[in-house]
């Protein structure tokens, strides 16, 4: 494969503009986003998305999980696609570059190659995965793991939401449900490109994350049995009290991932107790740990840890504990073909470079499963992520979308 010269850039401008418009929709309360998943703001984002796309020439194609493809023929036609994407439903208090950048440059790539007249002898598909964050359905990156054959599509249609809609019934409500079967795509190779929502690059003064591995994870859903009581006249000898069980067992969590350093984390971000009233003791707490190493021993001793420790906790207060795995998936290795591209295009553009892990999970962890699949990052300020306050600069922007223009054109074979 020839590579690009090092003149072709993308419209960092256009790009830059391009994901302050989209940031408008589903806006967060202090200037990030709230655009989750199968909600009326993700089907205003797929508009706006879907227009833009089509004004660039794509045609469209979605499948029953409501994922978009838009392609840009290839001069080829037996020639498998290359799909460049991400995706554009964020956290409740999400901020404007977390998978938005990656599904806006994708079609900036393509806008690019428009403008200068670039034939290519694969197809390139732009790609918008559903529901990548997992917040409203677990688990998170669910559409691509029912395109990897991971996951079934009567498992996602039946996750439901706090509120306890099923992922089935929101997807036909926003009407996205697609006609083509999940899965039946078959790619010559996937690229994405995102915020390393950390802080190496930043701190290293590197442009360019050159994604080699990403982590694996595991997300345990525990659920504990206490016993409903006054917070007032119950004596503390008498409580059942689900609510310090949880506690000790976050604490527990804290102490398996730092036993396990480096390269290990655990944490909680989601608790619902019942009735959640000030005064009453939870009879149910529910609440999802989620650990993840790159280091697949490292991840497993710590999930066998925790579902060992777990009940023995809750046990000592005489609360019950059931734990259930609501999403998984094992450290990842991209394609070293890939990434050695992402590589010589950000040293051939001049970019500052480094290796990296990628330490959140992406659509490409699944991708890479059923094509060779790698990953271009760029720093955002303060390491910051999944909080409004997550920034880039546009600089930072458009490096990376430059390297995803030079990689892309040297998968999918610049034609002419
Ligand atoms: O959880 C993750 O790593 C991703 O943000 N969905
Ligand atoms: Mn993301
Ligand atoms: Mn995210």
Not at 107 to 129: C, F, Y
Not at 342 to 357: F, K, P, Q, T, W
């Amino acid at each position: 494969m020839t590579a690009p010269t090092d003149n072709l850039r993308i419209n960092g401008e256009r790009l830059w503009d391009s994901l302050m418009e989209m940031a408008k929709i589903g806006p967060g309360l202090r200037g990030g986003n709230n655009r989750q998943t199968l909600t009326d703001a993700d089907a205003e984002g797929r508009k706006l998305f879907e227009g833009w796309c089509e004004a660039a020439g794509l045609t469209m194609g979605v499948d029953k999980m409501g994922t978009m493809f838009m392609t840009r023929p290839g001069t080829d036609p037996a020639a498998l696609p290359v799909y460049v994407g991400s995706h554009l439903d964020t956290q409740p208090t999400g901020g404007k570059f977390d998978g938005v950048l990656g599904v806006l440059s994708a079609l900036e790539v393509v806008r690019s190659l428009n403008d200068l007249g670039i034939k290519t002898k694969h197809p390139i598909v732009v790609t918008n995965w559903a529901n990548e964050e997992g917040a409203r359905f677990a688990p998170a990156m669910l559409a691509s793991g029912v395109f990897a054959g991971q996951l079934t599509l009567d498992y996602a249609y039946g996750r439901k939401d706090p509120e306890g809609k099923t992922y089935g019934e929101e997807l036909k409500r926003i009407g996205w449900v697609g006609d083509e079967e999940v899965g039946a795509r078959k790619m010559h190779a996937y690229l994405e490109y995102h915020i390393e929502q950390g802080p190496i690059l930043e701190a290293s003064e590197k442009q360019i994350g050159v994604v080699t591995h990403c982590q694996g994870l595991w997300w345990l859903e525990v659920t504990l049995t206490g016993k409903e009581a006054h917070t007032g006249s119950t004596p503390m000898a008498m409580r059942v009290n689900a609510g310090l069980a949880m506690s000790r067992i976050i604490e527990m969590v804290q102490a398996v991932a730092m036993e396990n350093q480096p390269g290990a984390v655990g944490g909680v971000g989601q608790v619902f107790f019942t009735p959640n009233s000030r005064n009453v003791l939870p009879g149910k707490v529910v609440f999802t740990i989620d650990i993840r190493s790159p280091d697949q021993a490292k991840l497993d001793g710590m999930r066998a840890r925790i579902e060992e420790e777990a009940p023995l906790i809750a046990a000592e207060l005489g609360v019950g504990c059931s734990i259930e795995p609501v999403g998984h998936f094992d450290p990842v290795t991209f394609d070293p073909t890939l990434v050695a591209r992402v590589r010589n295009a950000a040293e051939r553009l001049g970019y500052s470079h480094m290796d990296i892990i990628s330490g959140a999970g992406h659509d490409a962890c699944w991708a890479a499963k059923v094509a060779p699949a790698t990953m271009v990052m760029c720093p955002c300020v303060d390491g910051l992520s999944h909080n409004e306050d997550e920034n880039i600069t546009p600089q930072w922007a458009s490096a990376g979308a430059d390297v995803l223009l030079h990689a892309v054109l040297e998968t999918a074979e610049i034609v002419g």
